[in-house]
Structures are given as C-alpha cells and as structure tokens.
C-alpha cells in the first residue's frame, strides 16, 4: 500500500507546483462576433470572450485509498455586460421595422471556477473502460 500513498503524494505536489507555476491562463479577450436575423444585414461587432485553461485534475484520494478525488476549474466568465445594437434588415416585411434592436452580452471578467459536476457513476475509469469493452465484466476482474 506504500505505493500508492507515494502516488498521492506525487500527484498532490504535481498539482501543487501547477498552482504555483502560474498554469491557469485565463483571459479575457477581444473578438469579434457577428450578430445575425433572417432577413438583417450580418453586422460585426466588437466583443469579449474568455479563453485559456485551468488546472484540473483526479488522483488517488489520500484518505480513502479506493476512492478518487476530482478537482475540475474551467475558463468562464464572472460578470456579463448587455448591450442593445441595431441591426438593418432590408428584407422586412411592411409591418416590421426595417432596425431591429438585438440584445447581446459579453463577459466583464475571466476566471478559472468549477466546471459544471460530472456524475460519479457516468465516470468510468480507461482502465476499466478498456477491460470491459474487451468483453470482460466487472465481477470477473481481480481489483474489483
């Protein structure tokens, strides 16, 4: 059992030292999106978007050495602006207005937050993923 404490602690410093080395990268950043309706002239406009990457990781839990402990952060915004921008549609009907105001929101900030909770028993491990595609089932395997 010595090996897979050494395996936690291996894993918990790699994640430590990805913290420290500043490997989250998430920014906010210029683009620019096109805003479209049928029958509208597409219309570019400047905008934000949040892009980079975050630490993320699963290891051998220290406590409860059959277990695994997720850590999931993805780039998402923190804060959103709206804004109203008119667009020109020359195809609208007689009743429509040839503007139509559309609404649009970009993020105000960036940051590495939790990604969205993946169910625990939707995640299957490629070890076992890969014994039990090969016809083996899980009763027959000898860690199980």
């Given at each position: 059992?010595?090996?897979?404490?050494?395996?936690?602690?291996?894993?918990?410093?790699?994640?430590?030292r990805l913290a420290l080395t500043g490997a989250d990268e998430c920014k906010l950043t210029p683009v620019v999106h096109v805003l479209q309706y049928p029958g509208c002239?597409?219309?570019?406009?400047?905008?934000?978007?949040?892009?980079?990457?975050?630490?993320?990781?699963?290891?051998?839990?220290?406590?409860?050495?059959?277990?695994?402990?997720?850590?999931?952060?993805?780039?998402?915004?923190?804060?959103?602006?709206?804004?109203?921008?008119?667009?020109?549609?020359?195809?609208?009907?007689?009743?429509?207005?040839?503007?139509?105001?559309?609404?649009?929101?970009?993020?105000?900030?960036?940051?590495?937050?939790?990604?969205?909770?993946?169910?625990?028993?939707?995640?299957?491990?490629?070890?076992?993923?890969?014994?039990?595609?090969?016809?083996?089932?899980?009763?027959?395997?000898?860690?199980?």
């Open positions: 059992m010595s090996w897979c404490l050494v395996l936690v602690a291996a894993l918990t410093v790699a994640a430590s002239v597409p219309k570019p406009i400047p905008s934000y978007a949040c892009v980079g990457h975050c630490t993320s990781y699963v290891q051998v839990s220290g406590s409860k050495l059959w277990q695994t402990e997720r850590s999931c952060m993805c780039c998402q915004e923190s804060g959103q602006r709206e804004a109203s921008v008119s667009i020109f549609c020359p195809k609208a009907k007689q009743s429509d207005q040839k503007f139509r105001k559309i609404v649009t929101r970009a993020p105000v900030e960036c940051m590495c937050r939790p990604c969205t909770q993946a169910e625990e028993s939707k995640a299957i491990p490629q070890e076992v993923a890969g014994f039990v595609s090969g016809g083996m089932s899980l009763e027959s395997m000898p860690f199980v």
